[in-house]
């Protein structure tokens, strides 16, 4: 069993104890299939009542970390594999804990869906994202100015489809895109494709026989390829 830290006087018991585990189970302390300690030694491993910790174990398997039985053990679920969006959203907050791998997957789940989304605004509604990408905005030349001004492009592409499922999955998406925008916008000539990209796009957006899908779609798979050689 892993050892864990004592309870900060800043964290809710709670939220501790989620934490705690969640860090053992990316750290493959705790890999998919095993089975957690009996409830009693995992409190006192924690520094956590058994309520504090049944509490914390139901919210892990509303997620989908855990699968809770009654009359037996807590077992690790295999998250990658049976988790949902909601995994995502929690793995954007161990920044350490995202892998390589996990990054592309996500990459290539917008170059996927994505291209699909920004056609289908343009069909609706040009003006709103040309509005939105005329130059002289509020964009800074800092990684933080850039990773907003990006995604608040997609959301606002999201946002002119009016469709709410793929504003609940964007939702969702977010905090992990603001983080890996920051460090993607880190660099220069990422920068520099993005601003090659919005004018192009801004040409798309003039020509009614341009095809913005292909456009969006050449330029995240670009994206894609550029996130794996830096």
């Not at 104890?17 to 089975?35: H, K, T």
């Not at 002289?136 to 100015?145: E, H, P, Q, R």
């Not at 990006?150 to 939702?171: A, H, R, S």
Request: aromatic share 8%; charged share 20%.
């Amino acid at each position: 069993m892993p050892k864990f830290e004592g309870v900060q006087k800043s964290v809710k018991p709670a939220e501790f104890a989620e934490n705690q585990l969640l860090e053992a189970i990316l750290d493959g302390s705790y890999g998919p299939g095993d089975v957690l300690p009996a409830e009693r030694l995992l409190a006192q491993s924690l520094g956590v009542t058994r309520p504090t910790l049944r509490e914390t174990l139901q919210r892990l398997s509303k997620e989908g970390w855990v699968t809770i039985a009654h009359g037996k053990p807590t077992q690790v679920n295999d998250y990658l594999s049976s988790g949902g969006l909601g995994i995502l959203n929690t793995l954007s907050r161990f920044n350490t804990k995202l892998s390589p791998d996990m990054t592309g997957y996500l990459l290539e789940a917008r170059t996927l869906i994505f291209p699909g989304v920004a056609q289908r605004a343009v069909e609706k509604d040009p003006d709103a994202i040309l509005a939105y990408l005329t130059p002289g905005g509020c964009l800074g030349i800092d990684a933080k100015s850039f990773a907003t001004h990006d995604w608040g492009l997609q959301m606002l592409m999201v946002e002119i489809t009016e469709n709410p499922v793929l504003k609940m999955m964007f939702n969702d998406f977010s905090p992990v895109y603001h983080r890996l925008g920051q460090l993607y916008f880190t660099n220069q000539t990422a920068r520099k494709m993005s601003m090659e990209y919005y004018g192009e796009l801004r040409l798309a957006l003039g020509d009614k026989k341009a095809s913005v899908q292909e456009l969006v779609e050449k330029t995240m798979a670009r994206a894609q390829q550029f996130w794996r050689e830096i």
